[in-house]
């Protein structure tokens, strides 16, 4: 039984799973993998792509256009999505436009709202948030329908940054509401008694949409935080710069509490495949340099290690190859892996 498939068994409940890593390395491989695996354990599961440049429709052969969940082709419970970021977008900024104005009229400030909004929504972090918002989304809506939903995050601080922006986010929203309630209460404590205040501070429709978006925030924040429903998975090759993205990003999820599963080393060239070639010069060199940096992965994260994934002669296109990459996850260990 390999360290994946111990973590798996040992927390059956496991309902969210993330990957994260730098761009290119194989997230949306070991996402499908793993939710591949899920379905075989008898899981309804749902692949999520929340990426502003789609994949699983590639992985899978499969059109994945229109934003709705369809069940891949082949399996019997393995479900996708492809969320649309421009949609998504366009109607965050609406959604955001809406609150603006509301917030404009019900303090009395007689200016346009349009130049608000436009600030609101063009900056770099806006798109994030967007999805961030459509994650939620989906973890509250799909949650009780789906036994496993797996992320397929986008690149590099993606994923985490989404979790700073939750914190902060709900900060915001907590002292947005609690400045609402002064207002409001000091304009409603001179008609009405005291208990009446909170009564009339929740009439306020901006004052509602306030406390349910905190609650939303609050329900899915916890959901994140528990290391037997969530786990985050870091993916990286045996090379400097995965290497180093994947240590920072272990960092920064523990600051937040957020559970790490483990990580996936993928790409791996094995010595068998470098003896086969009898000498070839190239795959040679290839296979000391990544030796030199297994060991650092073998150092610095060793434990964390739970899945390796071989380096195939060809790209990861369509279900056999999701398959293969699959049992791979759950069965292959370097052969030089105890030596290192
Ligand atoms: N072990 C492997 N052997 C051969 N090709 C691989 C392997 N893993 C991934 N690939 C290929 O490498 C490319 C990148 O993989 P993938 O799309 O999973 O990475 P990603 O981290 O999701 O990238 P992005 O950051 O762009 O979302 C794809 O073309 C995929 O088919
Ligand atoms: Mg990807």
Request: hydrophobic share 45%; proline share 4%.
């Amino acid at each position: 039984m390999t360290s994946l498939e111990r973590l798996l068994a040992e927390k059956p409940n496991l309902k969210f799973i993330f990957t994260g890593g730098k761009g290119g390395v194989g997230k949306t491989v070991s996402a499908a993998a793993i939710a591949y695996k899920s379905t075989l354990q008898g899981k309804k599961t749902l692949l999520a792509s929340l990426n502003p440049v789609h994949s699983l429709a590639s992985v899978f052969n499969q059109d994945l256009t229109g934003g709705t969940i369809k069940r891949v082709e082949g399996t019997s419970h393995l479900y996708a999505i492809e969320v649309d970021a421009k949609d998504i977008v366009e109607r965050y900024r609406e959604n955001i436009g809406k609150r603006v104005r509301e917030f404009l009229k019900w303090s009395d400030i007689p200016v346009d709202a349009g130049p608000f909004v436009d600030i609101a929504v063009t900056n770099p972090a806006f798109e994030e948030s967007a999805m961030f918002d459509k994650m939620m989304d989906i973890m509250l809506q799909q949650g009780s329908e789906y036994d496993r939903i797996v992320f397929d995050t986008a690149a590099v601080a993606n994923a985490v940054r989404l979790i700073g922006l939750s914190k902060i986010y709900g900060l915001w929203l907590g002292r947005m509401i609690e400045s609402r309630k002064e207002a409001l209460s000091m304009r409603v404590q001179l008609s009405f008694r005291k208990e009446k205040v909170m009564e009339e501070v929740k009439k306020d429709p901006l004052m509602a949409d306030l406390i349910s978006m905190n609650e939303r925030f609050l329900k899915v924040k916890n959901v994140l935080i528990d290391s037997n429903i969530t786990a985050f998975f870091f993916v990286t090759l045996p090379l400097a710069l995965p290497i180093a993205v994947v240590k920072r990003f272990i960092t920064m999820v523990k600051a937040y509490d957020i559970p790490v599963g483990g990580v996936i080393v993928n790409g791996i060239l094995s010595r068998e495949t470098v003896e086969a070639s009898q000498g070839e010069e190239y795959l040679k060199n290839k296979y000391e340099e990544q030796i030199q940096y297994m060991r650092t992965i073998k150092k610095d994260l060793g434990d964390l290690v739970r899945a390796y994934i071989p380096l195939y002669p060809r790209e990861v296109v369509g279900l056999e190859m999701i398959k293969k990459v699959s049992e791979d996850m759950f069965s292959y260990v370097p052969s030089f892996w105890n030596e290192l």
